[in-house]
């Protein structure tokens, strides 16, 4: 049996009256935040215990941003994760680049980012138990821009940009830069259609921004 969630220090998530509480519900306090070593972090950070969070001095958090149970933070280039932005159970984030999450992005469940990947070619070896000097590993920094939601399953290589207001539709593979303000899907992403912008009003209306 779990032992009490206060005597393991996790704290629940204010909200409306609900059921029996799950271990979902529980987040890192605020102390244990600031145990980790961020190189910053905001207002109302919801960080789930069971999330894998590594070099924590080069994780910068926003205002009112959560983190779900197994995602798997990183990123030797460092992470920037903006205000109001959710992270998904099972999402990874990973690689030698930088990884940028700007205000208001979502990553649903299960998406990918990756700043570094190894040369598939057959030129050169690969995976990270072969010695440096015998592998082609390609890095590039990674960015997802303002109101950007990935769909469940996403994956997303190096060097990509995702511009402001993008959806990306679930299972979607995205290896070159998005537009803003477009709905994308498929393997690789295409562009299907143009997205509202009606949340821009939406955002405006916020009683705490953040920002």
């Known amino acids: 049996m779990l032992p009490p969630r206060e005597a393991m220090g996790y704290h629940e998530h204010s909200g409306a009256a609900r059921g029996p509480l799950s271990l979902n519900e529980s987040f890192l306090t605020e ?102 000097e015998l592998r082609n590993v390609l890095h590039g920094d990674l960015r997802i821009g303002r109101h950007v939601v990935v769909g469940a399953g996403t994956v997303i290589m190096p060097g990509v940009t995702i511009g402001e207001g993008c959806a990306v539709g679930a299972l979607s593979f995205v290896e070159g830069t998005l537009e803003p303000w477009g709905i994308y899907a498929g393997i690789p992403a295409r562009r299907i259609r143009e997205r509202k912008k009606d949340l821009l009003a939406l955002e405006a209306a916020l009683p705490d921004p953040g920002l």
């Open 31 to 132: 102390a244990q935040l600031q145990q980790l070593g961020f190189a910053k972090f905001g207002r109302n950070v919801l960080v789930h215990p069971l999330a894998v969070l590594v070099d924590c001095a080069g994780i910068c958090l926003g205002d009112h941003v959560r983190i779900d149970p197994f995602c798997v933070l990183s990123a030797k280039g460092g992470v920037e994760i903006g205000s109001y932005t959710h992270i998904g159970s099972n999402c990874t984030l990973s690689g030698a680049g930088r990884l940028v999450l700007e205000d208001f992005s979502c990553l649903s469940h299960g998406v990918k980012l990756f700043s570094s990947r190894d040369d598939f070619s057959g030129e050169t070896m690969t995976n990270s138990s072969v010695p440096a």
